[in-house]
Every structure is written in structure tokens, then in C-alpha cells.
């Protein structure tokens, strides 16, 4: 069984990840951002390194993906490939840090891929407002994220809603992070768990 946790950037995702991997005995696959080469480039110039960090995130994706599909037991992944290519690649070409060649280029690779694997059994979405997500931003304290501005993560929760009403068509959970401390409040932690449940296994 595959689930993935989906959100932007200062969601709860990698946390979440870690407790539910905990909670149900589920191997957690991370997103490889600090083994990223291009990450610190990228925030410094964005128009510049845009498409070089957007296709390395994707050859990882993909290959966690086939990892993923070839292992044979139960993982939960933070972040997926259809988030990455149609929150952030999207994202980053509106704000034209893409060319239309390289984007066009870039979602032919992508669409190629997908005809290879399979959609996750389930995906969960952290939905979370701007202030909630700069507030988790400034106090996890990593320095390339401290000049991401709010336009920014303004588009990418646009992107983000776009993505969960009209691209993804797989299974579905949204959980509105605002409210919620799961890492320290085990009530809220069981509201989630609670809606996996019903979710993957039908229970309550």
C-alpha cells in the first residue's frame, strides 16, 4: 500500500509522515531536499535554476516511485511527483521562471513516466493558510527558506487548490491544518488517524 502526504511548503508533511510511519508500522519515505544540489541556487536565482532543480526533483520522485512499487510492504511518502509537477513546475512557469520550451519539455518527460506507475491507494492533503505556513517556515529556521516570500507561497497554495479540485483524480483526504497540533495534541493526532482508518479501511 502506498499513501503520500501532500502540502506545501511548511505544512506538517515531514512530521506527519514520521507519526503516521509510527501509528501504523508503514516504512516513511522523505523527500531528499537537503541532498539536493540545486536547492540553495535555486532560492538565490530562481529564474536561473528553476528548470535544473525542477528535473532533479523529478528523476527522485520517479525513482522513489519505482522503489515504492517494487518493495512489496506498506510506505508513506512525503511529497509526491504530481505535486511537484503540477504545484511547483506549474507554479514556476506562470511566474515565468520557465520557458515554454523547457516546460513543455519537462511535462512530456513527466507524462511519460506516469504511464509506468501506479496513483498512491491514498493521498493526504495538509491544507494550511499563509500565516500558518510562514510562521512553521521562520521557526523550523532553515536558512534557503528564510527568503521565500509570501507571493510565493501565495502561489503555490493557489496551485495546490487547483491541483486538489481539477488534476489529481486518485483517492483523496484533506485534513485543514490550521486548527490541529498533531505533533504535541494526541486528540488531534487520532482525528487524523481516525479519518485514515475510515478511509482505507472502512472503519468508523
Known amino acids: 500500500m502506498h499513501i503520500a502526504i501532500a502540502g506545501n511548503i511548511g505544512s506538517g508533511k515531514s512530521t506527519l509522515t514520521r507519526m503516521l510511519a509510527k501509528h501504523?508500522?508503514?516504512?516513511?519515505?522523505?523527500?531528499?531536499?537537503?541532498?539536493?544540489?540545486?536547492?540553495?541556487?535555486?532560492?538565490?536565482?530562481?529564474?536561473r535554476w528553476?528548470?535544473?532543480l525542477e528535473v532533479y526533483f523529478l528523476k527522485h520522485r520517479f525513482e522513489d516511485l519505482l522503489d515504492i512499487a517494487r518493495c512489496g510492504h506498506d510506505v508513506i511518502q512525503d511529497r509526491t511527483i504530481y505535486e511537484g509537477v503540477y504545484v511547483f513546475v506549474a507554479n514556476n512557469y506562470a511566474q515565468g521562471n520557465l520557458s515554454r520550451r523547457d516546460y513543455e519539455t519537462f511535462m512530456a518527460l513527466f507524462e511519460q513516466m506516469m504511464g509506468l506507475v501506479p496513483e498512491p491507494d491514498l493521498m493526504i492533503y495538509l491544507r494550511a493558510s499563509l500565516p500558518h505556513l510562514f510562521s512553521n517556515i521562520q521557526r523550523r529556521g532553515r536558512d534557503y527558506e528564510q527568503s521565500i516570500s509570501i507571493d510565493y507561497l501565495q502561489g503555490l497554495n493557489e496551485r495546490y487548490e487547483d491541483f486538489i479540485a481539477n488534476k489529481y483524480h486518485g483517492r483523496m483526504l484533506i485534513i485543514d491544518k490550521d486548527p490541529l497540533d498533531f505533533e504535541h495534541n494526541p486528540l488531534d493526532f487520532r482525528s487524523i488517524t481516525d479519518?485514515?482508518?475510515?478511509?482505507?479501511?472502512?472503519?468508523?
Open 24 to 47: 501504523y508500522g508503514w516504512e516513511p519515505k522523505f523527500e531528499a531536499v537537503a541532498d539536493n544540489p540545486y536547492l540553495e541556487d535555486y532560492y538565490a536565482d530562481i529564474l
Open 50 to 52: 528553476s528548470f535544473n
Open 195 to 204: 479519518k485514515i482508518d475510515s478511509a482505507l479501511f472502512g472503519l468508523f
